[in-house]
């Protein structure tokens, strides 16, 4: 098997900040967002220009070098205006949060069988489909308590045990 060239430099800088990553915990939850939003808008695009199986070799990194080239840099400017940072701040940014979440939507995309069934059912209609249960799953593994609905309250909170009177003897 041939070793790809593209995913293991990727991969192995998101390994190596995905630790640190988790520990900026909102701020890192935003920029994971909006760098999953620009790459479902890129992959989107091209599968509504008809390049359905661009999308899939690229995710499976089978593409040609030049269109991941040409893929990554689309991504990462529209990374780059979404996050609305300037300068070398922003290219570092980028650098570090887009490989992270590619590596997090190739593996859920192999976990669950996106390119198996994008090879099943090609129509530009259904890879949209697919592409945002993918988006969805991915989500799911780089924030895992998304939707949970947990919050944090204020002090003068009333609580659920608080609402019922105290007893009369206690008073």
Excluded: C, Y
Excluded at 37 to 51: F, T, Y
Excluded at 78 to 98: E, F, S
Excluded at 117 to 142: F, G, I, N, Y
């Amino acid at each position: 098997m041939k070793k790809p060239l593209f995913l293991p430099p990727l991969f192995n800088a998101a390994r190596a900040t995905g630790m640190a990553a988790w520990q900026t915990g909102r701020l890192f939850q935003q920029l994971a967002k909006k760098a999953l939003d620009s790459i479902q808008d890129i992959l989107r695009a091209e599968v509504q220009k008809g390049n359905v199986q661009l999308v899939a070799d690229f995710l499976a990194d089978k593409a040609l070098p030049a269109a991941k080239a040409l893929l990554l840099e689309r991504m990462a400017a529209r990374l780059l205006v979404r996050i609305g940072l300037r300068g070398v701040l922003a290219t570092n940014v980028v650098g570090w949060i887009l490989p992270f979440v590619l590596e997090r939507l190739v593996k859920v995309g192999v976990s669950t069988g996106f390119f198996d069934k994008v090879r099943t059912h090609p129509t530009v209609s259904e890879t949209l489909r697919r592409l945002d249960e993918l988006k969805q799953a991915a989500w799911k593994t780089l924030v895992p308590d998304a939707g949970s609905g947990a919050e944090v309250l204020p002090n003068d909170t009333v609580l659920p045990a608080q609402l019922t009177p105290p007893p009369a003897s206690q008073v």
